[in-house]
């Protein structure tokens, strides 16, 4: 995909027209991007009205496999790190051994039982790609360092933590997952909506406000399970982050800003969202 993007809606112009925020509140990826209420007044509610939040089950649950996503890709990289570049079949029984000490403690308020479902798929299929990854980089060189190997078995960085003030958002955003050089990962597990590009243009935005350094692409990982979460497919979705993306980003990012600052409750969407945290709110209930 060829990328071309107008310098004006880079993040390292972020005191100019048009990326310099119209209103002092900040806000977070999710605020914009979250998918929830197309009208913002989710967020009208949270911080206007100050209301509280229920997630149901399938956010609580997606919740559960980000932390399962990243708790493995913490565990091989503290393996690695610790005992050397063990065979395949090592790091296999690490991190089942990993896996057992580490579910109580990633569980939240997801159900026990689908919880417990949905990690053993995913950690299963974590444990595959990375002891196969160990073997393929094992077999190319025996004379890798550590540092080096996890570099090519484990090259994303989870959790990535950016400061996004300087575009209007929450100073303490996290990107899901950064693939280096600049590689900007978001994993998904309710489906895709066009909204969610927007903040994959939310965290490129970020990021080059920060680093001054350009992120033309993003992906966006799919996550579909089945009914139970015994098993599940992934899908992977590049993503332009192109001028039109960036100009949704702000024009959405100005819109909820206005919303809170003015106390402007912006009315309910044409239909809601079932997984919606507020809709005991607008329900009345």
């Not at 209301?51 to 980000?66: C, L, Q, S, Y």
């Not at 479902?117 to 950690?123: D, E, G, K, M, V």
């Not at 444990?127 to 540092?147: E, F, G």
């Not at 692409?217 to 992977?236: K, Q």
Request: glycine fraction near 8%; proline fraction near 6%; charge should be negative.
């Amino acid at each position: 995909m060829p990328c071309e993007v107008s310098d004006e809606l880079r993040g390292w112009r972020w005191s100019e027209y048009p990326l310099a925020p119209a209103y002092p509140f900040k806000l977070t990826v999710s605020d914009i991007a979250g998918g929830f209420c197309e009208t913002g007044r989710d967020v009208y509610l949270r911080y206007v009205l100050r209301e509280r939040g229920r997630a149901n089950e399938r956010v609580e649950m997606g919740g559960f496999i980000h932390r399962v996503v990243a708790e493995a890709l913490r565990a091989v990289k503290s393996i690695l790190y610790t005992e050397g570049l063990v065979t395949g079949e090592e790091l296999r029984a690490r991190m089942e051994e990993w896996g057992r000490r580490a579910l109580r403690q990633l569980l939240g308020d997801a159900s026990p039982r689908l919880a417990v479902s949905a990690f053993n798929a995913l950690w299963s299929r974590a444990i595959n790609v990375y002891a196969s990854a160990l073997d393929r980089v094992r077999s190319r060189s025996p004379y890798l360092s550590v540092d080096g190997a996890v570099s090519l078995i484990a090259p994303a960085s989870a959790e990535y933590p950016l400061d996004g003030s300087l575009i209007g958002l929450s100073s303490s955003i996290r990107v899901d997952e950064l693939l280096p050089p600049a590689i900007i990962v978001e994993v998904k597990t309710r489906g895709y909506r066009q909204v969610y590009d927007v903040g994959l243009a939310a965290y490129a935005l970020a990021f080059e406000s920060q680093y001054e350094v350009p992120v033309n692409y993003a992906l966006m990982v799919l996550v579909r399970f089945n009914r139970d979460y015994s098993d599940f497919t992934v899908y992977e979705r590049p993503t332009l982050i192109s001028d039109g993306l960036r100009q949704s980003f702000i024009e959405r990012r100005d819109q909820l800003a206005k919303i809170v600052e003015e106390g402007i409750d912006p009315g309910m969407p044409s239909r809601c969202d079932p997984d919606c945290p507020y809709l005991h709110v607008c329900r009345g209930e």
